[in-house]
Every structure is written in C-alpha cells, then in structure tokens.
C-alpha cells in the first residue's frame, strides 16, 4: 500500500520506513535490513574468543578475496578489525575540509602506519551531496541516512582501486553494548519515545503522522520500555540497512565480522554505566594496540553541521513554514534536505 505522509513521518522520526509493505508511491518497495538470526551466530565470552573468531572470518575470507579494504575511523571497531588486514591493504577515512574530524584521522592515520595499509582520506562536501544522494535513494526506493551518500562514495573509490571485499565495523556497537548513552539509563516509556525520535514530525512537517506504535510493543508496564529489545529488533534495521543499501547501490559487496558474534554471557550493565561499555571489543582493542589509549565511542564522520549550517530549510508544502532551522542539527537539517530532495523525485 501507499501513504506518503506515515512514510515521511517514518523517515523524519526514524530515518527509515519502519513498515514493511507501505511505501511512498506505486512502483516504490522500499528495502528493510533483516539481522542475522541468533542461531547462525558464534557466542563468544572474551576479548579472546572475539579475536579468534574474526581472525577464523578473515583466514576464509582471504580464502575467497586477494583484495579487502577497510572502511576506518579513528575509533575501536574498525582500528580491530583493521588489525586482521595483509600489509598493503587499502583503508578509506572520512576526511572534512573543515577541520572537524582532525583528530579522527590521526588516530586512524596510526593504524595504518602500524598495520603498513594504503591510507585514503575522502573528503566529502555539498557537491558529493548532490551527486550521491540521487543514486541511494533510487536503490532504496526511500530518502536516507546521512551516511549512505559517503559509503557510497567509498564504495567507488575502493572498485577504482581494485577492492574485491569491503570490511564494515557498524554492528559492534548493538552486539556487544555500544550506545550506552541509549541503553544505560533507566528510562520512562515516554522519556524513551522522546529521546530515540531524531526529529518530531510534528516539528516540521504539515500532515504528521504518530509513530508511536513502533514503540508499544517494548511497553514494560505502566511506563517501562524494553530498551535492549528495541534496540536489536529496531536500531538494527536503520543502522544496518544504510550500509546494505549504500554498498549494493554501488554493487560492492561488504562485511560486518562483528555480525557474526553474539555475546554468550548477559550483557554486564554494570559495567557499561560505569565507563566501559563494549567491554569485550575494548579489551580486543587493547590486545591490538597495547601502546594507545582507548577511545571513546566516536560515530562514523559526517560533515552535516558545516555543510548544512546555512541551509534555509525546505520549500514544498508537505514542510511547515515555520520550522526552527536555527535549532537543529546538522543531521536534521539533513533529514529533511534528503526528504525533499526524495519528494521531488517522485
């Protein structure tokens, strides 16, 4: 079925349409990522277990593929992962002209001297945007993240360079106790709602459409919220779908090591509200890089603030005329720039 107000509403509040089988217009099926199930998984209980199992990936791998890249930031997921490589190996790096990711790239710059890999900063600007955007969103048959453009645009640099196989990091952080910002706190239902929508529909569009049945069937109680289960059964599909569509869109295959875990053991809470969330890949950080501190989570680079920054906001009517742009993020602003550039394409 259609319904292009639920679709932008989902898409505004979630950055991606959480109904399967409901689509902007006729001819449009949108694409859903659909984890890997629990049983096809390999449990692990240490640091070790982990570097085991991913070094057991990549001896198949290597198997199959001569050339495997690497998307690295200077962050601990990809930094591991980075480790497994043969020496001459391409590693491609988000790079902005503004300066904003300055230390990013330093840290990722370190990996690669350490592991002898082919370092490439990608910078990425409006104009990549532009040209970008169109191609994913055509794949998707929706509007998208703000990162699938500049996967995208990976993606094309590793095929020039003759990359068989990409090797992706995002889903450490839902397996293993990433987002500890999202699953530490003891949330209210409504608290939670309130948090996990990026942007309110009601905000900035003109016919907003409630999304509150995606979070009625994590209600614990009264007003209790099953965060861990929304986060597999929900933050999986948005943040994995990205990568799925961007790299398909650019017929590159890719793969997530991480994806083929799961933890053995329940997730020690304990640990992660006291500063140490993603333990086990911490602990996998440490074995691969004993001489540098750990970092902190630090999310794939997008340079949206300062590409953004002036954006006046969208035009068409299904926008409202008096959104406060002066009050969004750079993500935001995003959202809806892609959300017209979509409906103009309709």
Not at 22 to 50: C, W
Not at 227 to 245: H, K, P, Q, T
């Amino acid at each position: 079925m259609t319904d292009k107000d639920f679709c932008l509403s989902s898409y505004i509040a979630f950055r991606y349409i959480w109904k399967d089988g409901v689509d902007f217009a006729e001819g449009f099926q949108h694409k859903n990522y659909l984890p890997p199930a629990d049983s096809e998984r390999i449990p692990v209980h240490t640091s070790e277990d982990i570097d085991r199992e991913i070094r057991q990936q990549f001896d198949a791998l290597y198997a199959k593929y001569d050339r495997i890249g690497i998307l690295l930031s200077g962050g601990m997921d990809s930094a591991c992962l980075a480790a497994y490589l043969k020496p001459g190996s391409h590693a491609y790096t988000f790079n902005s002209a503004s300066g904003e990711f300055d230390a990013d790239v330093e840290r990722a710059k370190k990996y690669c001297r350490k592991w002898q890999l082919q370092h490439h900063l990608i910078d990425i600007t409006m104009a990549d945007y532009e040209r970008y955007t169109p191609i994913v969103m055509r794949y998707k048959f929706a509007p998208v993240h703000s990162i699938e453009p500049q996967i995208y645009k990976a993606a094309e640099l590793a095929k020039a360079d003759d990359v068989q196989l990409m090797i992706v990091g995002e889903s450490a952080d839902l397996i293993f106790g990433g987002m500890d910002k999202l699953i530490s706190p003891e949330w209210s239902f409504d608290a939670f709602v309130k948090r996990y929508t990026f942007l309110d529909p009601e905000l900035v569009l003109t016919h907003p459409v409630s999304q509150a049945a995606l979070f009625e069937p994590y209600r614990l109680g009264a007003d209790g919220i099953d965060v861990l289960r929304f986060m597999d059964d929900v933050f999986a599909i948005e943040s994995s779908g990205s990568y799925l569509n961007a790299f398909g869109a650019a017929w590159m295959p890719y793969y997530d090591p991480y994806a083929r875990l799961v933890m053995a053991d329940p997730l020690n809470m304990q640990r992660v509200r006291g500063g140490e969330p993603k333990y086990l890949v911490r602990g996998l950080y440490a074995l691969k890089y004993p001489e540098l501190e750990i970092p902190f989570k630090i999310p794939m680079p997008r340079p949206v603030d300062a590409v953004f920054k002036n954006w006046s906001g969208p035009s068409r009517p299904e926008f409202r005329k008096d959104i406060p742009m002066d009050q969004l993020t750079g993500n935001q602003k995003w959202q809806l720039w892609c959300a017209e550039q979509f409906l103009n394409s309709l």
